[in-house]
């Protein structure tokens, strides 16, 4: 026969360490989900301003287009359609990409909570797919307001959402993501990270959002950049592209390894 209480005693141990972690940090948790309020609203804010632009897009390109023919001649104007043009293929492929993604993890989240009678599922569900709409680190941010939710209701079922949450984001990396959002931005690992640490640190959580497709967009601006550079070197020293780049070959591929272009 099995004594339950040896169990029980280092279960209540680890519980008591939880709930003075929950105590201490506390403040940081309210603190956090204040900055999160005001960021989504920001961003519903924007959502409705963007609304009325578009009621009036046509008047709105037309007037730009005037003055761009006004401004610039026809070849610059052509570069800069283009760019404005995968500017708005990357910004759209990814946000769609991953406003779809959390849209997917939200409705998984509250199907698994529903299933092992957690408490909150609504809250926690919409939660954690708002924070999922940022890379790497969104789901650990809504992880740790939901767990410290659950755990006031029920520690024991707040050890379990954990495991949950490892599942979820398991099936959610290397299934849902990869087959939603692919390659739609190019950039290496480190690459996003460094996007997402910068942008954070400036931006806040909308910069967390959008600094994925920000750097994707720099780093095209950079590549055709050094492409240029080469070949117009190139062309002074009546050399090939390739014979340029011979030259310093492991530092030019690193860089671009780097960038993923």
């Given at each position: ?109 509250a199907v698994f909570l529903t299933i092992f009678g ?28 939901s767990f410290v939710f659950i755990f006031i209701s ?104 780097m960038l993923n272009v």
């Open positions: 026969v099995i004594d339950i209480s040896v169990l029980s005693s280092p279960l209540n141990t680890i519980i008591d360490l939880i709930y003075d972690l929950v105590g201490k940090f506390s403040p940081y948790i309210v603190g956090f989900l204040g900055s999160f309020v005001v960021q989504m609203s920001n961003i519903i804010l924007g959502l409705v301003f963007a609304g009325y632009i578009l009621c009036s897009k046509e008047f709105i390109f037309a007037q730009i287009n005037k003055g761009m023919h006004a401004l610039f001649k026809q070849d610059r104007l052509e570069r800069i359609r283009s760019e404005v043009a995968f500017v708005d293929k990357t910004f759209g492929k990814y946000l769609i990409g991953t406003f779809t993604d959390a849209i997917i993890v939200g409705i998984v989240t957690m408490p909150y599922v609504p809250l926690i569900s919409v939660l954690v797919a708002c924070t999922n709409i940022i890379p790497i680190f969104g789901p650990f941010i809504g992880a740790i307001p029920d520690p024991i079922k707040a050890i379990w959402f954990i495991v949950i949450i490892l599942v979820i984001q398991q099936i959610d990396g290397n299934i849902i993501a990869p087959r939603i959002l692919g390659s739609s931005t190019g950039l290496s690992p480190i690459m996003v990270i460094t996007a997402i640490t910068i942008m954070g640190g400036v931006f806040g959580m909308i910069g967390m959002v959008i600094g994925v497709p920000v750097f994707a967009i720099f780093a095209k601006i950079l590549y055709e950049k050094t492409e240029d550079k080469i070949a117009k070197k190139a062309r002074l020293e009546q050399l090939e592209p390739m014979e340029v780049v011979q030259r310093c070959p492991l530092a030019y591929h690193e860089a671009m390894r």
